[in-house]
């Protein structure tokens, strides 16, 4: 029988092929898989971004709002890190995020269910109202240990009102 040195390249050729496949859906397989918590880690929260309840329903807004992260994702994350031994803490940025009382009540009390599992908790912001209100993100910030703010930050806390018209 007769080879031809041609047909003997394919075949290595394809062989080779084949197997930088495998070896690379092997290595993307261990990737997914071998994502674990290191221990004595802390969590790290931007609290500034704007935290939806839901996404929108149509393709713009999704667009829009597509790296909004979802108030009950943060919520359960929470909750999760809270039982998990190998998270030590949560470092937190807050400031004017622009979350109404009740997403910061929520956040808040998931904070709190943190850190009575004997979590530390830490915030830090470079104001708590500059040019606005700073309530809400301040409220927020009671919920963790310390809360450290910039030399040259501002508290801008107002008072609640409210009005009822008269006809």
Do not use: W
């Amino acid at each position: 029988m007769r080879f031809h040195a041609g047909g003997i390249l394919a075949f290595i050729g394809g062989l080779t092929v084949v197997l930088v496949f495998v070896a690379g859906g092997l290595a993307a397989y261990y990737r997914i898989t071998s994502r674990q918590v290191p221990s004595h880690t802390f969590l790290e929260a931007d609290f500034e971004k704007r935290h939806v309840e839901c996404l929108p329903e149509d393709r713009l807004g999704r667009l829009v709002m597509r790296d909004a992260p979802l108030v009950r994702d943060v919520v359960q994350a929470l909750d999760r890190a809270s039982e998990d031994p190998r998270v030590e803490g949560i470092i937190a940025r807050v400031g004017a995020s622009g979350m109404n009382l009740a997403t910061i009540q929520e956040i808040r009390d998931a904070i709190t269910r943190f850190r009575k599992a004997g979590k530390k908790a830490v915030a830090y912001a470079e104001t708590f109202g500059e040019f606005g209100p700073g309530n809400g993100a301040y409220y927020m910030a009671t919920a963790f240990e310390k809360i450290y703010l910039q030399p040259s930050g501002d508290i801008g806390l107002t008072g609640l009102s409210s009005n009822t018209p008269f006809v």
